[in-house]
């Protein structure tokens, strides 16, 4: 069975701290594998990886895939309070299988 | 483009009752999928429809559950009869495989916050 699985599933931090989110997935069919961001409301897209070792980057954030060990890393640098939601992890097969995310909160 | 569209944004039902929840895609968007999110169960796909022909619904947890796409700009989703266990927000996402890789990416809609009383 196709399985994402992310961690931590929680982290507080404060304003100006690194974070690295991880996605390890277990898929048939690989295709990419995609971080999206959710506030409040509906998930948006952040970045797609397809090959290992190119790291991906917009502004302070940045990820990058292993395709060898099967996990991806997001990290985000410098962090600031619209920084919070949840981070989800999805590995696009015929359909996006998609981990239970990551709540990240940064207080100030 | 306006991007995927839902309605109702909110919807308060009673038990038994009939709920429809509505989407229409980004245009010339050929895939278009349905999905659940609850704070126990995350996100979980219910189903999608390529070319406006449901491909896999594996996901769609009971027979209460419909779900159609009669046209490339409009698709619903039902349950009849709502519980309240079906309370849940359900978005609906589109994606354009034309576009090679990039068509791995879905675009979300706003959401449907549906609560069964």
């Known amino acids: 069975e196709d399985k994402v699985v992310q961690s931590p599933l929680s982290l507080v931090v404060h304003e100006g701290d690194t974070v690295t989110l991880n996605c390890s997935y277990e898929v048939t069919n690989f295709r990419s594998l995609l971080w999206y961001k959710q506030e409040k409301k509906a998930p948006t897209f952040l970045f797609m990886l397809t090959s290992s070792g190119i790291e991906k980057k917009s502004g302070r954030l940045s990820s ?11 990290n985000i640098t410098a962090t600031q309070t619209g920084d919070s939601a949840v981070y989800l992890c999805a590995v696009a097969t015929d359909k996006l299988i998609f981990g239970t995310g990551t709540r990240l909160q940064v207080f100030p | 483009d306006a991007g995927v569209i839902q309605s109702p944004r909110h919807e308060v039902t009673e038990m ?4 429809t929840l509505r989407c229409k895609p980004i245009s010339g968007h050929d895939y278009l999928f349905w999905y659940r999110q609850t704070m126990m169960r995350g996100l979980e796909l219910l189903i999608y429809f390529n ?11 009971e027979d209460r559950f419909s779900a159609k796409m009669p046209n490339a700009s409009f698709s619903t989703l039902k349950i009849q009869p709502s519980e309240p266990r079906d309370s849940a927000v359900y978005f609906c996402a589109s994606s ?22």
């Open chain 2, 96 to 117: 354009s495989r034309g576009q090679g890789l990039r068509g791995n990416i879905q675009y979300f809609g706003a959401g449907t916050r549906l609560s069964v009383l």
């Open chain 1, 64 to 74: 990058i895939l292993d395709k060898k060990e099967l996990f991806s890393i997001l």
């Open chain 2, 16 to 19: 038994g009752q009939e709920v």
């Open chain 2, 51 to 61: 070319n406006n022909v449901p491909i896999d619904d594996s996901g769609m947890p």
